[in-house]
């Protein structure tokens, strides 16, 4: 090898065809820079530059330096390059992480040259930042005096790890992690403890990427169809302005936990959720991250013992009743120095805390001696061969998660490749486990019951916490106010009335010509067409069930979805809908216990889901659905049939304790996820006055359904007999024939036939039922402020808007997108200091929202919110933001999808009643969109009073500030 290109020597090639990609490995011959390059035939090819970033102390100074050097650097002199790069490009990924001991930044693109137009940007951003002052006043912190003269602090990060260190999964994390590495780096919290982020100087900031920031202490990682020669040269002209040769003395090191000789417990507290309830989480220090062998048996290890249905250790915690489910941070965690396995539960009664862990061990004991069920084995082994071969974009390009495995070995010094090759690592394990039968017993012993590296993590709920915090931050302003001089006095002032002039003082045309930019001709005017065919089986009559195939390329994975008409619920039985929807595949079947059929599923699927949706049609009408669908292998169908078909046919509702887990689980991940979520939640609650639509979405996912799980759940035995008796109504209500629609997306033409007839056999032994509509929802508009144990608030307002084909709605995509990026990330996150305002529109459900994200304002935002028709009347003046607008719309709206959401979009649009003419005249109309246009929309939008806030913050706070405003506090 040893061949140089561009500067660069490639040090490695090689080919994995399993998951067809080369990759590559190079090194910067001056800097000593690496570089990773997966070539592929993924036209969404991905950039992104990976630093070591050690915390030293807890004022989250990776976490503020990675929000900061996005704001702009000296050639490119904006004072937020990152959103302006989300104003105005085609980007389809954009994005930085601050881990623990790594920061990241990435940056996606299905056009060449905007590929490289925001490389070359995001680059320049991270090795030559402009670091100004007002920059590390807005994100990390300031003082500054408030309205009735008193101090504060205030910054993005300072805000953003408030609302974090309100929520019990961050809190649970962060005692883990803490005190399970305490004499690394990992004791330290590289996101910020708001306690500390005010002691960080700008001295130490800047000092920090001095240090950290460079080509020798980085990995550059590119993924995608564009050549490796021209990522090289691309590369290279990057890191030409750095001559001075790599020092093996900077290179960051990421050293080793020392083991304990004895295991070690620690408690911690979190706000009261309403509830007097506990957690306990159990955890053990594993491997080396460089050591995938081992890392790849303890992740099959974890699977075997909690995760599934059927898994001993899970189904052990859950059967004892000593808790209600297991805790979010049970498995493994594999993004450290060294790994860590995690198992707990949640909603543990007081006199229950000390039994957790000694049930846990003695299972672990009993397993080790036992083994495993061999089904269950052959299981987790298909689970993990098939992520292994499935191509998936979820939330993130499919080119991360491949760069998460090679950071995982990377960063901590090991082969860079070693964890990429899943499959491989999967067929080398399956050939350990051949020779060695009792292997994973064996690893229960070393690694669990003869480790003495052990950690019990008790969370316990504070009713004062919240208000004990907030006490003791005024009694320090308070202080510091009454001790400060008038000097300092005097600086804090002047700090303000800089930093509020840096804020709103608009960027210069010539700063803003520096960013290279596409132009609305550069960007593809025709919508990407899904391919489909549609056939009625059976026969014409209305009712039949309608079969929809999507020849795609997915590598031999099919994919089905059946999905049933919901018309004929009830109001009574609305509530109950999601839990019917768990139960109907998470039970048991025919002959099958849940445990049973847990393991068919594992053995022969890729996973089995039921999920409800809704929206409106092109013409306003209210549609919902539940969809059952199914993913597995093309030499599996017949057993993958035959699960869907016992399943759907003869699911067992007799298994009361299953339902009652399925119930407590579904109950604890809403009230879990009230806090990260609080601004989905505030949003749903205000759709929820809108529309029938928002008011469906409202009780089965949002505040509502929170409220009948826990009701439910702290009934009586009756509670449970009614909610049994709901769900089989519900089975008798839904799972019916008539206007049944089939969706399969696989390459296979005879495959996809395959499926298509055993389905429909399937379904002629459902019955046919009437299809009328008895469901009708009330909504008016209405505020609604919900309180929640939380230091930052949530703030929605949302308006009734029109659907996909008024003439507006390519419009108030557009106002969606100026609102965002303009007015509301000026006033909500840059001043205000909130970690995120936004505005969406959702043509799908006819509705426009205003939200704020852990805000420390509550009223400031509802004026803002107020005021967004003032605000925008100027705003749309501007013919280049205008623009931007028009490009960055145009861009989200066509993102890459994997081949399971492209066949998936393609049923959702026909629910919609949404065809191809629709979107090409909907973009057409977007891309010629004029100010004048945009201003339309937006009065006829503003006009109108059909609109609701949706509010969560802490109960004082609501009732201190709200008490006149005519909310409804719940």
Sequence with gaps: MNKQVAGFVI????????????????????????????????????????????????????HILEHSVLAGSHRYPLKDVFNELIKGSLQTFLNAFTYPDKTVFPVASNVKKEFFNLARVYSDLVFNPRLLPQTFWQE????????????????????EMKGAYSSVNSLAFKALQENLYPDTLYRFDSGGDPQEIPQLTFENFCNYHRQYYTPNNCLFFTYGNIPLNEQLEFVGSILQEFKTPPSPATMVEIPLQPQWREPRSVTAYYPLDGKEMAQVDVAWLLHDATDKKNGTLLSLLAALLIGSAASPLRK??????LGEDLTPTSGMEQELRQGFFCVGLRGVKRENIDKVEGLILETLSRIAQTGFADDLVEGVFHQTEFIGREITRKTYPYGIVLMSRILQSWLYGGDALAGLNFPQLIATAKGQLAEEPRLFPELITKWFLQNPHRLTVRMLPSATMLADKEAAYRREME??????????????????????????????????????MLDVADIPHEVEKIPVKTELLGNNTAGAILLRQHNLFTNGVCYLQVAFDLSA??????????????????????????????????????GIAANLHCGLTVHGKLWRRLVVGGKFLAGDVVPALAILTELILEGRLDEEKRIEELLLEAKNGLAMSLIPSGHLFAKTSALAGISEYGALEEIWGGKSQLDFLQKIAGSSATGMDELITSIASLRQAILQQNAAIINITADDARIQRQIAEGIEATLKRLPRGITEDNLRLQCAPRNIAVAVPADVCFVAKAFKAPSYTHPL??????????????????????????????????????????????????????????????????????????KKAIVATAGRMEKPLDPSGRGFLSLLRYFNGLDEEMRQTFREALLSARPEDIKTASDYLFSQNQYSYGVYGSEKRLQTELADKGFTLR
């Design 140 to 159: 990390a912190h300031h003082y500054r005096f408030n309205e009735q003269g008193g101090l504060d602090i205030s910054g993005v990060v300072y805000n």
């Design 809 to 882: 709605a390519p419009f108030l995509s557009v106002l969606a997108q100026l609102l965002s990026n303009s007015y509301l990330y000026q006033e909500v996150r840059a001043i205000g200091g909130a970690y995120g305002g936004f505005a969406s529109y959702d043509a799908g459900g006819g509705s426009f929202s205003l939200v704020s994200y852990r805000d420390p304002h509550l009223l400031r935002t509802m004026d803002v919110f107020e005021k967004a028709p003032q605000a925008f009347a100027s705003l749309v003046q501007d013919k280049t933001e205008v």
């Design 479 to 516: 202080l510091l106010q009454e001790t400060i001089s008038h000097e300092q006095e005097a600086a804090i002032r002047a700090m303000s009335t800089q930093l509020d002039a840096y804020q709103n003082e608009k960027n210069s045309s010539l700063a803003l010509a520096s960013l290279p």
């Design 11 to 62: 040090e490695r090639v090689v080919e994995i065809p399993e998951m067809r990609v080369c990759a590559y490995e190079a090194r910067h011959l001056t800097t000593g820079a690496a570089l990773v390059h997966l070539q592929c035939d993924d036209s969404e090819n991905l950039f992104a530059i990976a630093f070591r970033t050690p915390p030293t102390d807890n004022t989250g100074l990776p």
């Design 316 to 321: 052990a915690l859950l059967e004892s009743r």
């Design 569 to 606: 619920i009830t109001h009574e039985q609305v509530f109950a809908c999601p839990l019917f929807a768990k139960s109907i595949v998470k039970l048991g079947a025919a002959n099958n216990g849940y445990e049973a059929m847990a393991k068919r599923v594992s053995r022969f699927t890729g």
